[in-house]
């Protein structure tokens, strides 16, 4: 994945990225957020970190208006997410994606220029241009024009990974990026992700690997049901913070306490 910055616009909007007060989420009216108040400065790698059904995705569902808020608001640079599309991109948890539908992957790609081509206008040589060059960054323009269908899990994420680089949105949500790919290509979304940053972008990213979230991460939300903790990872993502979110899921905590002392300076 060539991690050049060229085709990324430098982000030049307000100092605070994502301000989301009070939120409440409910399913069938059975709450799965609750008060969530949280602020996150732009220009930030941003892990958010939580066990399964803690309401991560959720969290980004709200955000994006995918699902409606029970309660409280959300602020992208300031302003509604109705009024802040175009300046929002995201990439979904795999598994939410339908893989069968026919669609190449140029086609995918071409998506991310949508919003900013306005109505009637059909994608041109420039559209066609920045999906090369995005398919390029994330290392798949050879598979351009292969179905989506035909393309391995790590493919996949690199393909909506590039959809949402055509966006050249300023804040993005990827739900879980690293999910099932290899070392080659988390080494590769993590590069881009130091890009996006490098263009002041702001990038809130799912995060299941506890024994990573300091090397990847300025910025941690630590997310059961309730908000426990967001803020500086120095800060934020320490034991007691953990244990407050994962609760007695010792295994898990055992290991990352581990890494985390193989990291301390010896005394
Ligand atoms: N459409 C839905 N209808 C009803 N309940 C839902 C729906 N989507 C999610 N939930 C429930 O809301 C809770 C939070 O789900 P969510 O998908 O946000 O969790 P998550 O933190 O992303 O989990 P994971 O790590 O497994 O992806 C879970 O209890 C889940 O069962
Ligand atoms: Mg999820």
Redesign the pocket.
């Known amino acids: 994945m060539a991690a050049s910055g060229r085709y990324l616009r430098k982000c030049t909007m307000s100092t605070t990225a994502l301000e989301i007060h009070d939120m409440t989420v409910a399913?069938?009216r059975r709450p799965?957020l609750w008060d969530i108040d949280l602020q996150i400065p732009a220009g930030k790698l941003v892990g958010i970190v939580?066990p399964?059904?803690?309401?991560?995705?959720?969290l980004i569902k709200a955000a994006l208006g995918l699902v409606p808020l029970a309660s409280g608001k959300v602020e992208i640079h300031g302003k509604p997410y109705h009024q802040q599309r175009q300046a929002v991109g995201y990439v979904p948890?795999r598994e939410s994606v339908d893989w069968d539908f026919p669609v190449t992957v140029r086609d995918v790609v071409l998506m991310g220029t949508y919003g900013s081509l306005g109505w009637l206008r059909r994608p041109g040589r420039s559209e066609h241009a920045i999906v090369d060059r995005c398919l390029q960054q994330v290392g798949i323009s050879a598979l351009a024009n292969r179905q989506i269908r035909q393309l391995s899990g790590g493919q996949q994420q690199r393909v909506f990974l590039a959809r949402a680089l055509a966006q050249d949105a300023q804040l993005y949500f990827l739900d879980?990026p690293f999910a099932g790919v290899d070392a080659a290509t988390e080494a590769a979304i993590f590069k881009l992700l130091q890009t996006m940053r490098s263009a002041h972008k702001t990038v809130l990213v799912?995060h299941?690997d506890l024994q990573t979230v300091r090397d990847y991460f300025d910025h941690v939300i630590l997310l059961n049901m309730r908000l426990v903790a967001c803020g500086p990872v120095e800060t934020t993502f320490t034991q007691e913070n953990l244990h407050l979110t994962y609760g007695g899921r010792l295994t898990i905590l055992d290991e990352a306490a581990e890494a985390m002392r193989q990291r301390e300076p010896q005394r």
């Open positions: 399913y069938q799965v939580g399964n059904g803690a309401g991560k995705t959720t948890q879980e799912v299941h």
